[in-house]
């Protein structure tokens, strides 16, 4: 399964009444770092798709997703397990950091 792109419309459905974790990526286009995690997030949505639901949220077209989540810096990884945040990291991970953080 491919990450989801998570917007407001969709942000209920699909990440705070999701019966998986869901680990959201806040990224934008212009950030060559979210560019050069990107297939680390996909790899771990195909990889994982049975235990966690990954979707990514851009910063540029989500504004007030990012705000509710405190996210300033890009990438930010968010785990969301029962519609709580349970985890958060910034910055570029290993995918094993990022296996390690959705358990």
Excluded at 7 to 23: A, G, T
Excluded at 70 to 75: A, C, E, K, L
Aim: with cysteine; aromatic share 6%; hydrophobic share 40%.
């Amino acid at each position: 399964m491919s990450a989801l792109t998570i917007n407001k419309k969709n942000f209920k459905s699909e990440v705070l009444s999701s019966d998986q974790p869901v680990l959201l990526d806040f990224w934008a286009p212009w950030c060559g770092p979210c560019r050069m995690f990107s297939p680390v997030i996909d790899e771990v949505a195909e990889e994982n798709g049975d235990s966690v639901k990954v979707g990514k949220v851009n910063i540029d077209e989500e504004l007030e997703l990012a705000q509710e989540f405190g996210v300033t810096s890009i990438p930010t990884l968010i785990l969301i397990k029962g519609g709580k945040v349970s985890a958060k990291s910034v910055g570029m991970r290993s995918k094993d950091a990022v296996e390690e953080m959705i358990g």
